[in-house]
């Protein structure tokens, strides 16, 4: 019986870290859908402070390169292709024009893959 109750610390111990752990793994797998979630929000945010601009949707495109051998594909990781930005104010060709050069500055992305479009107006401002 000596032996069990010596026992007792370890196990307990050992459950504890393997809650940790668990619980970290978990924590650390939902924050990085959640950091791409809060960059297109923040984007939005600064971007909806420009003169005319209204109200801001952004949406950021990854593409996932993958190497291929025989057996065994690697993923090298997400690089960001493309945006898209969906704007009150985008029906101005001065207001879209200077979204485009904004975002394409701050994210160093090609013009080309970023696309802005007017947000649809709702029942209540038509």
Avoid: C
């Amino acid at each position: 019986m000596d032996k069990k109750q010596a026992n007792r610390p370890l196990l307990l111990i050992g459950s504890v870290v393997v809650i940790v752990v668990i619980f970290m793994f978990t924590l650390n797998s939902t924050n990085k859908g959640q950091q791409r979630l809060t960059d297109e929000q923040q984007l939005a945010q600064i971007l909806s402070e420009i003169d005319a601009v209204g109200q801001v949707q952004v949406y950021f495109h990854y593409e996932q390169e993958v190497e291929s051998g025989n057996f065994l594909s690697l993923s090298k990781g997400q690089k960001m292709t493309g945006v898209i930005i969906v704007a009150e104010g985008a029906h101005h060709s001065t207001v879209k024009s200077l979204l485009k050069t904004t975002v394409s500055t701050a994210l160093q992305i090609p013009a080309h893959r970023i696309q802005i479009v007017p947000m649809q107006m709702k029942e209540e401002e038509k």
